[in-house]
């Protein structure tokens, strides 16, 4: 494999060949990281592809600009590996960015590796150790941990770079426990003519593959999408969001366009189980559609209740969470109970100002069924 700094001018990620690398580390830790990533590309010379990596300064970690897009790149990547500093415990930034691509990567299976600039039997290593090591297991990730001595990890490296192999083979077409590729699909996962299929994109990518799908292979997709509201620091914001964040319905002929669709722009696979890629019946995607009828956006108003949790995102009081006491359409305002002060308070506020705590699809579904 050849090793690459990943960059936009460089040719887009190949999932079947290439293996991408995300590292975030300091200066203290750059040199040891960058010593391990060049004994992995030694390791894996007979291998064809790319060995993309990608580094981010653990301190840009800090500002919530880039906190996201780096989340967003090591849920795409199939090692994330992190430069541990002295410290009992990993800082809070840093933690907060390996939870945010835990959430995206969906339990996508990886690798993570953890750098310490000390011996790893150090008593300020093991905490941060011991950290990582959980969050691996929560996101069903391979566990390395490497020393500053280069010579007594030899032997971790090599281990490391038969699991990296392995996932290499995984995704490339036929490869055993990855997507199904250019093999013929057993009878049992085939549909005759036109069927629905869900297919798995990467994080933050549902619009490009939708796009991809529908101008370059021709194919009806269907991609719901709400609008709604959160409450953020600068007030209500309000964004488009995918109804299924990661996924999509593509339509097609399965025998004809599975390679074509495997190999798309920001497509991983179609959901599969095994070896059997089942079909999404036409009665469900017919009930969406019908919420959905056209491409527009489908906007999510919120129905406040009296006792519901709410956020205020805007005026004087705004980021405060509060309780719904009591409606005031006529006023277009609702009166919330805020502890203030260690007490509680009764408070007017505008209603366009209140945002309903609700964050998961299964929280909107009674909402959603409501404005249909």
């Not at 959905?292 to 956020?311: A, K, M, N």
């Not at 005031?328 to 002060?341: F, G």
């Amino acid at each position: 494999m050849d090793l690459v700094l990943k960059t936009p001018e460089n040719a887009p990620y190949r999932g079947e060949k290439d293996f991408s690398v995300v590292i975030a580390c300091d200066d203290t830790t750059a040199v040891r990281v960058c010593e391990i990533l060049q004994l992995l590309n030694e390791n894996l010379q007979q291998e064809e592809g790319r060995l993309l990596y990608q580094l981010w300064r653990l301190e840009t970690l800090a500002f919530v600009e880039m906190q996201e897009p780096a989340a967003v790149e090591a849920a795409a990547a199939d090692m994330i590996t992190i430069g541990v500093r002295d410290g009992r415990e990993l800082q809070g930034m840093v933690a907060d960015w390996i939870k945010r691509w835990m959430d995206l990567r969906a339990g996508r299976p990886g690798v993570l590796v953890a750098v310490v600039e000390a011996e790893l039997e150090a008593e300020d290593a093991q905490g941060k150790l011991a950290q990582l090591r959980a969050a691996a297991a929560l996101g069903h990730l391979d566990f390395f941990a490497l020393g500053d001595q280069v010579g007594r990890d030899a032997g971790l490296v090599r281990r490391l770079s038969e699991r990296v192999r392995k996932l290499i083979l995984t995704q490339r077409p036929g490869g055993q426990g990855g997507s199904p590729g250019g093999r013929k699909l057993p009878a049992e996962t085939q549909a005759e003519g036109l069927a629905w299929y869900c297919a798995r994109t990467n994080p933050k990518h549902e619009h490009i593959a939708a796009v991809h799908l529908r101008k370059n292979l021709n194919l009806e997709v269907f991609q719901p999408q709400l609008r709604v509201e959160h409450a953020t620091r600068r007030g209500i914001v309000r964004v488009v969001e995918p109804l299924f964040p990661g996924y999509i319905f593509v339509r097609c002929v399965l025998e004809q366009c599975l390679d074509d669709i495997q190999h798309a722009n920001g497509v991983q696979h179609l959901v599969h189980f095994g070896h059997r890629i089942p079909t999404v019946p036409d009665s469900v995607v017919a009930e969406l559609q019908e919420c959905f009828e056209t491409e527009d956006t489908l906007t999510l108003e919120d129905r406040i209740s009296p006792g519901d949790e709410v956020t205020i995102g805007e005026g004087a009081l705004s980021g405060m969470h509060a309780f719904v006491l009591r409606l005031m359409p006529a006023r277009k305002r609702v009166q919330v109970l805020i502890n203030i002060l260690g007490g509680s308070t009764p408070v007017e506020v505008d209603r366009s100002s209140v945002v309903l705590d609700k964050n998961t699809l299964a929280e909107m579904v009674p909402v959603l069924a409501a404005a249909n």
